[in-house]
């Protein structure tokens, strides 16, 4: 009992954000907006998914830039597990995303400039962990992959910010949809969503600490 | 007795179905809301899979720092 007051403040912010993302989220009045009904909602679940992605993303290009540094085993852990951990981010993004759009948009894959893009870059990230296994030697892995780590990142940002704006999208932001007016993304949905960014988000890497640690012990293992 | 008891039985039910029983029946309304739980449960799969993954991971440790 002593251990849960002593922990981290900020797992507590995690499990206080999220409760209030679930019960705000589904309990608030939202815009009545035609087609999209309640599934509106669906933004305090799914596109948090993609905005913490990119956050472990950023944190491990972040890592992986302080590995090419000092070359600290350690900075490869953090690296490796916070893609990991986007990665999944990603895909759950790309789930929810198909099953809302198969009641929305009408199809789950409608081949939106933003799905295929957000397709694409987690198919570059998944080829990052194609090339870890690939390679014997440690610290040649752990150099090419950071490399590749920073690519890959530098390569996200347009795929998912600058070329779905250039042409026509689905997605509200894009083409001819003036960023989250088109939502209407109005005060109530505000009042829930920025802190479910920050609770999923928190939810993430709590995680991806756990398996940091349970890395580095790995590690202090086979060195021992 | 068995008769008796089922009487009752029978008489509280067709109370209970004549009582206009106060139910959430507009969120099962047309109102998409089941996107909303599905995608929910999605999320909660997800992150239920990948602990389930660290659990193994963590077992495996276990493992390995015992035979050591």
């Known amino acids: 009992m002593g251990y849960l007051l002593k922990t981290d403040w900020w797992k507590w912010l995690c499990v206080a954000l999220l409760s209030y993302t679930v019960i705000g989220g589904l309990f608030l009045p939202v815009p009545e907006l035609p087609i999209l009904n309640e599934t509106i909602r669906v933004l305090h679940f799914h596109v948090p998914m993609w905005f913490g992605m990119i956050l472990l993303f950023l944190g491990s290009v972040i890592h992986a830039i302080k590995y090419l540094r000092t070359g600290d085993n350690k900075s490869d852990i953090y690296s490796v597990q916070l893609a990991n951990m986007g990665i999944a981010f990603g895909l759950l993004g790309i789930m929810t995303g198909m099953i809302w759009a198969n009641y929305t948009w009408g199809e789950p894959w409608s081949n939106d400039p933003k799905q295929n893009a957000s397709a694409i870059s987690l198919l570059i990230y998944l080829a990052y962990f194609v090339l870890r296994s690939s390679i014997q030697d440690q610290q040649q892995r752990n150099r090419i992959s950071a490399v590749f780590n920073i690519f890959a990142f530098f390569l996200m940002i347009p795929l998912l910010f600058i070329l779905p704006r250039m042409s026509d999208s689905l997605h509200p932001g894009n083409g001819g949809n003036p960023g989250f007016n088109a939502y209407d993304l109005d005060s109530n949905l505000r009042k829930v969503f920025y802190f479910a960014v920050i609770g999923w988000t928190l939810l993430g890497y709590w995680m991806t600490t756990i398996a940091i640690r349970l890395s580095l012990v790995k590690q202090k293992l086979e060195d021992a | ?68």
């Not at chain 2, 969120?27 to 660290?54: D, Q, T």
């Open chain 2, 1 to 68: 007795m068995l008769k008796y008891i089922l009487g009752i039985v029978m008489l509280i039910g067709t109370q209970f179905a004549q009582a206009q029983v106060e139910m959430a029946d507009d969120f099962r309304g047309e109102g998409k809301i089941y996107v909303v739980i599905a995608i929910i449960l999605v999320i909660l799969g997800g992150f239920f899979f990948l602990m389930f993954k660290l659990d193994k991971r963590a077992k495996r440790l276990e493992k390995e720092i015992k035979e050591k």
